[in-house]
């Protein structure tokens, strides 16, 4: 989708077609946005009607703004039918959000995190010694896929055997054939994997009532919290949630993992600074997130008629924070297009969003993501990129299908 978008105007222009990132040609019709209509209305998309924001202090400013712009009844620039609706607390308000969020957020804290380490740097050694050496081959699956799979398991402490359900389940659950320009899945297919998850976790959850285990995982922390510890009563509100914590901690992390390699082929100069210094990782880290911005946007709903920057949005208007725009604005991250592992304030991006919802595993994923470049770096020379990688045709999630590489070790 090579477009050239000088002669059209933006109203004749569907801000959300999947098929502008999956050519990665979305950067020139959001920075005519910045410019232009920071805050723009498109009155037609497969999705209905939208605001789109794009600057960055005006995405910051909708999500703190929590009365006027809700989460409830979806995040997803796309509405389910009521009927079909799950309740997970990414698309909860105030007070229900903050009570769901406390039960589970313990998996994530320092000291779990801590434990979490060395697991994942004996994991990330392991696949990578496992990768072939001088054989083309798709980092995505062997490296990112893989450990994210691992780490997921882990956070369920879900079957080990069967942890590749995990990412499958990610996958589909994702691929709506309205985010995806029709090549993802129709309803019914989505259905019958949620109805799978359902079931699986529901049978966990019965195994681990009472079993004693001072575990850290999801489900147990969900019995837990007297707020949650009935949720597998109300499958809408268990399956909601499950679908929450499979895919935030997924498809994010992997796409990000995936993202690295590219951004370092294309930028050798920052290749060759970390390889001669690995201290620059937990930076370099934070600004691969910037870069890739895994997840492109989260959708708010105007509660009551209300002006913003001059515009007037009314009682049930969807409004579209476009974080992959926010993320490439001049005038709060100087030098937006560029990748540079060693950039001023480099945690400010607003990949993992802000405000209430701001992303819960957001330390786990840079911890993960640290590990496997300390990793990587300490065992190869060289990570090539062999050819393009092909991109997802997605809305939501930014990530890529392949990336092929060879890597050469230190001798
Ligand atoms: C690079 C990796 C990741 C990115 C870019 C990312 C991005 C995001 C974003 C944009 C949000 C919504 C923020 C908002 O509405 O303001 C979010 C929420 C969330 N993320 Fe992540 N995420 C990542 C990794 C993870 C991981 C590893 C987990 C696993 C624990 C996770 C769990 C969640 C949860 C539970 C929420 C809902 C928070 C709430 O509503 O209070 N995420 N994430």
């Not at 009935?230 to 949630?241: A, E, L, R, S």
Request: charged fraction near 25%.
């Amino acid at each position: 989708m090579g477009e050239d978008l000088s002669g059209s105007s933006l109203a004749d222009i569907d801000v959300s077609d999947p098929r502008r990132f999956e050519c990665d040609t979305w950067q020139p019709l959001f920075a005519r946005l910045r410019q232009e209509s920071p805050v723009h209305y498109q009155a037609e998309s497969p999705a209905g009607p939208f605001w789109s924001i794009t600057r960055f202090n005006d995405v910051v400013d909708v999500e703190k703004n929590t009365e006027i712009f809700s989460s409830e009844p979806t995040i997803a620039i796309i509405d389910p039918p009521p009927e079909r609706r799950s309740q997970m607390f990414i698309a909860m308000d105030q007070p229900q959000h903050d009570v769901q969020r406390r039960a589970v957020q313990p998996v994530v804290a320092p000291k779990n995190l801590r434990e979490f380490e060395a697991l994942i740097r004996k994991r990330s050694g392991e696949a990578l010694d496992a990768l072939p050496e001088g054989k083309t081959f798709d980092w995505v699956e062997l490296v990112s896929r893989n450990l994210t799979t691992q780490m997921l398991a882990t956070l369920f402490d879900f079957p080990w055997e069967m942890r590749h359900k995990l990412s499958e389940w990610s996958d589909a659950v994702t691929s709506d054939e309205r985010m995806t320009a029709g090549k993802g899945l129709k309803m019914e297919e989505r259905l019958e994997v949620i109805m799978e998850i359902l079931e699986v976790f529901t049978r966990l959850w019965h195994e681990r009532i009472g079993d004693g285990v001072e575990s850290f995982d999801l489900i147990r922390l969900l019995q837990r919290d007297p707020n949650t510890a009935n949720m597998v009563g109300d499958p809408t509100n268990y399956i909601g949630n499950l679908m929450l914590l499979i895919v935030g901690g997924n498809d994010t992390t992997r796409n990000s993992m995936s993202g690295g390699v590219h951004f370092l082929h294309d930028n050798p100069d920052q290749f060759e600074r970390v390889k001669n210094d690995r201290s620059l990782i937990p930076s370099m880290v934070c600004e691969i997130i910037r870069y890739q911005t895994p997840l492109s946007h989260m959708r708010r709903t105007v509660t009551r008629d209300f002006e913003f920057r001059g515009q007037k949005m009314k009682a049930g208007d969807k409004v579209i924070l476009w974080y992959c725009s926010a993320n490439r604005d001049e005038s709060a991250i100087p030098n937006a297009d560029q990748f540079l592992i060693d950039r001023e304030s480099v945690r400010n991006h607003a990949s993992f969003g802000f405000g209430i919802h701001r992303c819960m595993g957001n330390r786990l994923a840079e911890m993960q993501l640290r590990v496997v470049w300390e990793e990587a770096l300490k065992r190869f020379s060289d990570i090539k990129l062999m050819s393009p990688p092909t991109r997802l045709c997605h809305n939501f999630v930014r990530g890529y299908s392949s990336m092929p590489v060879q890597v050469t070790r230190y001798q």
